[in-house]
Structure formats: structure tokens, C-alpha cells
């Protein structure tokens, strides 16, 4: 694309597949950067171009019909020229020049070497997504235990289980489709624990009966994981993994409504992988450090403040799927298309949704909101889960911070999670507090929704490329 583009979007997943493909239906030039070596995202993740016909995992996905048909315009718009697609570049930093963004990113095709690369555009839609929320307990760090992410990026995008005999546990909806798809590529998942109880949902039934889809969706997976004999378990979570080189077995306790392990109601189950997921954090960095207002959601996160039409608090600054707050791959669609529409109205350019198919969007993102919040309302964080820490669990890996270390600090007076990253250097790591952020947060200030702290280099980045800038 050799003409100055009129938008650039971060983020190839669901919302910024569905930006990208509106913004360029309605005559814009758009850049779209993302980190992985195709477009999907996270939630549709596939493995390599060259590999897709040896390692199958279409029947893993939802919305696949979505998925192709955005990925056949945005390679149509792509070879008429009008989209520049930059993979495999990671954005580090974005900041506002006047009335330009400038997207500092650094191109890993050739990786080991990095190369600088500087983007510019009147206008900026940040669709970065989530990543999993962890919460710490014994053992949690050995070899084995992932992420419900993780398990599932391994499976979507290797075709790989990370073992033979699997235990789930964590809270939310999300355990459910891992579980069937480890079951589908012959995993023994012998547990799915869930801290949350169905009877939660009976306090919020009117998002539920609002969205049939998640019903049909809920179901499949139910019958899945009948079919495969796989044990649900409500009100128990897995709070000790067990093992030497890697884990071998997890602690299994019932647990009170505070989320309290119930005395004498544990059991030990013999495993070689663990998957564990409380939810997700939305990816902020870089709407933090352009200035953007947050918000808090109703399961536990800060969330960019957008309106209607995804425009957030700057001037020519767009937000849209999981940075708006945690909902799906539908939702996500949804407000990437509504915000692409906020871009061209803003642009002065017609719109491509009008009338009814405007109107339809507007009200599914509307009724995918509520159901995202009775979601989060039905599988909280459970209130004392800190219970099932000892003082010697590591918090942040990092720098080996342990649960001993953070409640010194929060007893000397630290809190919030960035007095105790002065005190402790939790959250100073290579991950710079992603992993324990969330986690010392609910150790130290679990009332207050979390706040990410400010990263004004939002992913590492070599000196050699930063040195590049200079040429």
C-alpha cells in the first residue's frame, strides 16, 4: 500500500478481522498489525500455512464460517492494495503526535534479528485481546501445569495435548470447551473442577434467555462431556499440584461458598498435565499509555471506557472486542464491526451497516454485553481462595516472589499491587506483573477492580531495534 493509510488497527482476532474488513468495505486504507504469523487470534488460532493439511483442528472451532469469510476480504483488499497486513509484528509502543498515531513496532519474520518499523495514521483501533488470569496455589509453578489458554493454543495451533491424563480447574464456561477438546484428540480428562455453582445463573436468567446460541453452545459441550464420561464437578477447585521434575497429581477440595476449602473433603488424583483458568485480563498496555479513561467490569478487571460506537476518551482512538471487557468471539465481531462504522462516520466516508443490519448489530452486541455480565457475576473469584496458599508459594515467578514476602508488605502497609512490586519486586519480571499482577491485586486490594500499571514499552523489545529508530 504505497498511500498514507487512513487507519491503523492492533490486533488481528475476531474485532480486528471484523474492523478491518468493514473499514476497508467502506473505502479506507488500513494497516493491520498483529503478533502471530496469521490472522484469527487467539480464538482462531490454526497451525501454519504449511502444516494445515497434516495437523487438522478445524473441528475445534466455533464461528468458522465467520472466520473465512473475514479472512477471504481481507486477502481480496489486501490484493487490490488497499490493506497493508503486517504479521509477525510486535507493537511495543503507540503514541499521539498532533493529530497522527505513531505505532512503534518491530518485525520478527527473520527472527533472531528485529527490525524497527514506524506506522502512521489519523486514526488508531486497538483490538489487543485478553490473556488468561492466574491464580497462584502450591505447586502451580511446576512443569505441566498450564493455562486453560495455553492447553487450548497448544491443541489449536500443534494439534498437541500437553498430556495424557488431564484435571481442568478455575472457574467459567471456557473450561467446557477445552475439556471437550482435549477429550476429542483421546486426552483422559478426569476432572473438571468449577468453583462456581449453576445455581449462580438463576440470579441473572434474563441475559441467558436473551442469547439461545450459548444454550445450543452450552449443550454440545454438555453432551461431550457425557459421552466421553468426563466429571464436572461444581463448588471444587484444584488447590495444590503435586510432583518432582513435573506434576504427577493434584489436591482436589470441596469448597465452601467463600471458596474455602472444606475440611476433610479432599482427594488427590493422579495427572501428567493440569490446566487451570480464572477468567482473562484484558490487554491494555497500549490504551494506557495513550491517556485512554478506564472503567471497571463486573468481573474484577479495569476496561477501556468507550460509547456507543467504541470511540474511547481520545480524540480518534477506537477500542473494540476484549479491551472493552471480556465477552467472546461473537461480541468481539460485533464491536469491531460497530467500531470500523464509528472510523468511517468519523472519516467522513458513508457507511457500510446501515438500517436494519445497523440496527441488528447494535442490539446483539447489546444482548452478548449482558450476557458477558451475568457471566462474570456467576463465576467470581472466589473471596477467600488466598486460603489455599501456603507462605512458601511463589507469587510471581519472575522474581520468585513468595505468598510470605507479599503479606509482609501488605502488613507494613503496602496497598495496592504497585507498592508491593516497590517492596518486593513482584511484578518487576520478564513478564512485568502479567502473570501476578491480577493475583497480588486480589492479595491486596480485592475490592478495587485491577488496574494494570502503565508500560511505556508494552512488549520487549531488543536494542538493537530501538537503535534502529535512529536511522
Excluded at 498511500?3 to 488497527?9: C, G, H, S, V
Excluded at 494506557?288 to 471497571?296: F, K, N, V, W
Amino acid at each position: 500500500m504505497s498511500d498514507p493509510a487512513d487507519l491503523i488497527i492492533v490486533g488481528a482476532g475476531p474485532a480486528g478481522m471484523a474492523a478491518a474488513a468493514t473499514a476497508l468495505a467502506g473505502g479506507l486504507r488500513v494497516v493491520l498489525v498483529d503478533s502471530g504469523t496469521a490472522v484469527g487470534g487467539q480464538f482462531w488460532r490454526h497451525p501454519p500455512e504449511h502444516a494445515r493439511s497434516v495437523i487438522p483442528t478445524e473441528d475445534l472451532h466455533h464461528g468458522l464460517r465467520e472466520y473465512h469469510d473475514l479472512r477471504e476480504a481481507l486477502a481480496a483488499h489486501a490484493q487490490k492494495g488497499q490493506l497493508d497486513l503486517r504479521l509477525h509484528h510486535h507493537v511495543w509502543s503507540a503514541v499521539r503526535q498532533d493529530d497522527v498515531f505513531v505505532v512503534h513496532a518491530v518485525d520478527r519474520r527473520k527472527a533472531p534479528q528485529e527490525i524497527a518499523v514506524v506506522l502512521r495514521a489519523p486514526r488508531l483501533l486497538v483490538a489487543t485481546g485478553a490473556y488468561d488470569r492466574q491464580l497462584p496455589f502450591p505447586g502451580w509453578d511446576l512443569p505441566g501445569v498450564l493455562t486453560i489458554g495455553g492447553l487450548q493454543a497448544l491443541l489449536k495451533g500443534g494439534g498437541v495435548a500437553a498430556g495424557s491424563r488431564v484435571a481442568l480447574g478455575g472457574t467459567g464456561p471456557f473450561l467446557l470447551p477445552v475439556a471437550a477438546s482435549l477429550a476429542a484428540r483421546g486426552v483422559e480428562v478426569v476432572t473438571v473442577c468449577e468453583a462456581a455453582h449453576p445455581r449462580a445463573w438463576l440470579r441473572h436468567p434474563g441475559p441467558l434467555l436473551r442469547n439461545p446460541g450459548k444454550w445450543a453452545e452450552g449443550a454440545g459441550y454438555a453432551l461431550t462431556l457425557v459421552r466421553h464420561r468426563i466429571p464436572v464437578r461444581p463448588r471444587t477447585a484444584i488447590i495444590r499440584a503435586e510432583g518432582g521434575a513435573r506434576v504427577t497429581s493434584v489436591r482436589v477440595a470441596s469448597l465452601a461458598p467463600d471458596g474455602s476449602p472444606r475440611p476433610g473433603r479432599e482427594r488427590r488424583i493422579e495427572v501428567d498435565a493440569v490446566g487451570v483458568g480464572w477468567g482473562f485480563v484484558p490487554q491494555l498496555d497500549l490504551l494506557i499509555t495513550l491517556g485512554c479513561a478506564l472503567t471497571d467490569s463486573a468481573d474484577g478487571n479495569a476496561v477501556v471506557a468507550a460509547d456507543e460506537g467504541l470511540r474511547t476518551t481520545v480524540p480518534g482512538l477506537y477500542a473494540a472486542g476484549e479491551t472493552c471487557g471480556v465477552g467472546g468471539a461473537a461480541l468481539a465481531v460485533g464491536e469491531g464491526r460497530l467500531a470500523a462504522e464509528s472510523v468511517l462516520a468519523d472519516s467522513g466516508a458513508a457507511p457500510v451497516l446501515r438500517g436494519k443490519r445497523l440496527a441488528a448489530v447494535r442490539s446483539a452486541v447489546a444482548a452478548q454485553r449482558a450476557f458477558a455480565r451475568a457471566l462474570a457475576l456467576a463465576h467470581p473469584i472466589p473471596p477467600a481462595w488466598s486460603s489455599w496458599l501456603t507462605d512458601e508459594t511463589v507469587v510471581c515467578r519472575c522474581e520468585e516472589v513468595t505468598a510470605g514476602v507479599i503479606g509482609t508488605a501488605r502488613a507494613e502497609g503496602a496497598c495496592d499491587h504497585r507498592q508491593v512490586k516497590q517492596l518486593t519486586r513482584a511484578g518487576m519480571g520478564w513478564c512485568q506483573g502479567r502473570m501476578c499482577g491480577p493475583a497480588v491485586h486480589c492479595l491486596t486490594d480485592p475490592k478495587q477492580a485491577y488496574r494494570p500499571a502503565e508500560r511505556l514499552v508494552a512488549t520487549p523489545v531488543t536494542l538493537g531495534a530501538l537503535a534502529d529508530l535512529d536511522t
